[in-house]
């Protein structure tokens, strides 16, 4: 099996696990209930990840943020660029992203509506897929359009799955190890596959998750594992708790996982 033949196996795999502990239908817009999350000050200083990427742009560019969520990144740097052209296909985190730009005065953007492989848009100095690569299944034509679509590539993701420090959880709940989704390895392999070879940056965040409290790891971790009121499973879980979470400056984050901290992984492309 080829890397992006296996990337795609890794994806398909983690989305029927998670379908079959769903009570419900996926939705068709799964960020319906959590786009406000992602409301930020486009303007803020303290954040590591987004002071990495305003110093990898000039004010005489055209970003192209693909899977710009609520606009986290693409209003930053439509502050310290040309213009950013936002795709991204949730209504929901459309509709934050335009707020926030409202809000914050920041004109600069253009919203597509789109999932990537349909949208049309004009090639970009620069090309950024921040936390977004992990559950495309077609991951090199993903990747191929990035690279026709700008000069140079920026993809930001974990050096392991998003819920990673989770997967632990799962075999103790529901009797079954989670599977992972793919991540940073498995997309330097898909790369390495098309011919491309990348660097690759850490930019370090220092920043402890974690939960604020027991209550809210139980309401998290119930959510992200899929877990009811009223179950077995959430008994399992509930039991669970105080085995895996510790105290640490103040917040509950589970016992032995490892942080995850943003790689930039970025290759100027062939015109």
């Known amino acids: 099996m080829d890397a992006t033949q296996r990337w795609k196996d890794m994806v398909v795999r983690e989305h029927a696990q998670s379908d079959s502990m769903r009570t419900e239908e996926r939705p068709a817009d799964s960020w319906a209930n959590f786009a406000q999350n992602f409301r930020a000050d486009p303007r803020r200083t303290d954040d590591p990840l987004v002071n990495y990427l305003r110093e990898q742009v000039t004010e005489d560019q055209v970003v192209l943020d693909v899977g710009a969520g609520g606009g986290r990144i693409a209003?930053?740097?439509?502050?310290?660029?040309?213009?950013?052209?936002?795709?991204?296909?949730?209504?929901?985190?459309?509709r934050v992203l335009r707020e926030v730009a409202q809000e914050f005065g920041v004109t600069n953007v253009e919203v597509v509506e789109e999932d990537w492989l349909s949208a049309k848009v004009d090639r970009a100095d620069v090309a950024l897929c921040a936390h977004v690569v992990y559950v495309i299944q077609e991951i090199g034509d993903f990747v191929r359009k990035l690279e026709e679509?700008?000069?140079r590539v920026l993809a930001v993701m974990f050096q392991a799955p998003p819920q990673s420090q989770i997967y632990p959880l799962w075999e103790p709940i529901h009797g079954e190890p989670r599977l992972p989704l793919p991540s940073l390895p498995e997309f330097l392999e898909v790369l390495d596959e098309m011919g491309i070879e990348p660097e690759v940056e850490v930019v370090h965040t220092e920043r402890n998750r974690g939960f604020e409290g027991m209550e809210e790891a139980r309401t998290e971790l119930a959510r992200r594992l899929y877990v009811i009121e009223g179950t077995p499973e959430m008994e399992r879980l509930e039991a669970l708790l105080p085995q895996v979470l510790e105290e640490k400056d103040g917040r509950f984050a589970i016992k032995g996982s490892v942080p995850l901290e943003p790689r930039v992984v970025s290759w100027r492309t062939a015109r």
């Open 75 to 94: 209003l930053p740097l439509a502050l310290c660029s040309k213009q950013v052209v936002a795709v991204e296909p949730s209504p929901s985190m459309c």
């Open 149 to 151: 679509h700008a000069d």
